[in-house]
């Protein structure tokens, strides 16, 4: 089993839990909890620019922190080795469900819940249903990224299109499957 350590604590790699445009993150453990740790990569992303992107998860964290949504907690940056380790949020993926036909409407009453702490705060969060997570039926935004609010990439023009077996989400599942 593959080790990474955060500020020189070692954690065992259980399983990719995704890549991103900014990083991979894991499923990691001490032995005794789990969490993600998410290793920054600097690989092109044609559509979105990035800065430093240590500096902007903790940036993001501290902005998302504040909103009142719910967030895994940010526990350890190692910006030497561009780490971080946060809180695992145990549950099935929006996308997941959304492929299961287990979508449920209070998931889509609780994003928009989370768009009325957001707008008036003018931030806006990546909406596509791989950054959502189901645990005991509530949904929490487990990445950190957020923008300034633009209409364009908000929940009602941009995020509802992949939130239920839309052209636009299926269109997704079918260039991102394994062939």
Known sequence: MEELCVNGKSYSIRKLLGHGKGGYSYLATDG?????????HHEPCDYYQFGNKIEA?????????????????LLEVDEANERILKEYVDGPTIYDL?????MK???????????GMLYPLKLNIDYFPTNF??????????????NDYMEEWNFENW?????????????YVKSHSES
């Open 32 to 40: 005794i909890a789990e969490f993600v740790l998410k290793q920054i």
């Open 57 to 73: 998860e903790v940036r993001d964290y501290e902005r998302l922190s504040r909103t009142g949504i719910r967030i895994p907690k």
């Open 98 to 102: 959304i492929l299961a036909d287990k």
């Open 105 to 115: 409407e209070e998931y889509l009453i609780q994003v928009k819940e989370m768009c």
């Open 133 to 146: 997570v189901v645990q005991e039926e509530q949904i929490y935004y487990i990445d950190f990224e957020c």
């Open 159 to 171: 995020g509802v299109k992949y939130w239920s077996k839309t052209p636009e989400f299926l269109e």
